[in-house]
């Protein structure tokens, strides 16, 4: 076997297990056969600024991650702790609180590390805590209009002011957490932590690099804030180039594409005459077919899209935003969320694990939600 063949093969073994981005690549490839659109059109589905923002962060936490800085915050969390639910019901609402203020995706890039680490050096189940992670940071993200990307475009348009946009999700957002919440205390194993003691104090911590990753994801959460995130990929890529290759190396570039993918080839879905027509033939005005709407079009091309898709023809902005939050539960698409930390838990079965739990929770969660907004009115 040549040099070139024994580089190539690793790349491609990945390759043939990310079903994910294979899926949709074949998608957008398809419809630019069969629909071809000027190239302006697929530059707006890309959604350079949102990629970058995710290059941004996954640079930051990479470096936090080499750092030993993560397995040292798990040691010290895990030693206080005494039994599986209680540290689950902990990373759950840290997840929930976090995403609030730090919106969903940063919340994952902290949290899932640092469970992954927990797990490491205990018995915690991994795998289960990455999904109920993944179903806390949509809950805890619906309450406030900086928790993910739907919030946000959907507290532009209705121009309502930060405590009336919270005042309108907290029933939703509650009753959603309370039920992850339940979940997690009934899913996790009732046993007591137990402790690797060989892998507790093994982990030195590189101070200058976590001083760096710390700094730098401050600065990108603040230029996604500020929409300059390219901007902020490119200040942080260099340093890192410069100082700690060995973390530039180690972000998951196929991460990258598959969400490059995903926004190509929903992007284009959402756009095509079949569907628009199918749109005009529902009345919005409906609270029923509003809410349903938001569901499955969150399902079918991801919560983001629906509301971009679905925001002009709604009659009542926030009831939308309801619909498109609780769309986040269900296929793991129905939020990129879900993705991110699926990814960063890297567990073998793992979304088949979510989707075992996530689509019943889903089916729960929605009439339960839509029956208290309903009394609520």
């Known amino acids: ?15 043939k297990h990310e079903w994910l981005l294979l899926l949709f690549a074949a998608l957008a490839v398809v419809l630019a056969c069969i629909d071809p659109q000027p190239l302006t059109r697929y530059r707006q589905w890309l959604q350079w600024p949102t990629l970058c923002g995710l290059l941004g962060l996954l640079i930051a936490i990479q470096g936090i991650r080499d750092s030993g800085l993560v397995q040292r915050i798990a040691g010290m969390l895990v030693a206080r702790m005494h039994t599986l639910r209680g540290v689950a019901v902990l990373l759950v609402s840290m997840t929930a609180v976090l995403s609030t203020v730090l919106t969903n995706d940063v919340s994952l890039f902290l949290i899932v590390p640092l469970t992954v680490a927990i797990g490491n050096m205990s018995n ?65 194993p009732k046993g007591r932590v137990q ?10 911590v590189s101070a ?23 901007l902020g990929a490119l200040l942080l890529t260099i340093p890192f180039a410069l100082l700690s290759r060995r973390t530039v190396r180690h ?4 991460l990258m594409i598959t969400f490059a993918a995903i926004f190509l080839g929903l992007g284009h879905f959402a756009a095509l005459p079949i569907v628009q027509h ?30 971009v898709l679905l925001l002009d023809r709604a009659q009542d902005a926030m009831a939308l935003a309801v619909a498109v939050n609780v769309g986040g539960f269900g296929v793991a698409t129905g939020s990129l969320a879900n993705l991110i930390a699926l990814r960063l838990a890297k567990q073998s079965h793992g979304m ?26």
């Open 352 to 377: 088949r694990l979510f989707h075992e739990v996530s689509v019943p929770f889903l089916l729960v969660c929605a009439p339960l939600v839509y029956l208290l907004m309903r009394l609520l009115v």
């Open 251 to 254: 972000i998951d570039w196929l």
């Open 124 to 188: 915690l189940p991994i795998a289960r805590m990455a999904v109920l992670e993944a179903l806390a940071v949509n809950a805890g993200s619906t309450l406030s209009p900086i928790g993910n990307p739907q919030n946000l475009l959907i507290w532009q348009h209705a121009r309502i002011s930060f405590p009336q946009f919270v005042g309108s999700m907290l029933p939703a957002a509650a009753l959603m957490f309370v039920l992850v919440a339940a979940l997690a205390w009934c899913w996790i």
């Open 195 to 204: 402790l690797n003691e060989d892998r507790l104090d093994g982990h030195p």
């Open 1 to 15: 076997m040549n040099t070139h063949t024994s580089r190539t093969h690793p790349w491609l073994h990945r390759l």
């Open 278 to 307: 199918a749109l005009d033939q529902i009345d919005f005005g409906r609270p029923l077919a509003l809410y349903l709407s938001g569901i499955v079009g969150s399902q079918l091309i991801s919560n983001v899209p629906a509301t």
């Open 208 to 230: 200058p690099l976590a001083a760096l990753s710390l700094a730098a994801l401050a600065l990108m959460v603040l230029m996604m804030e500020h929409g300059r995130a390219p």
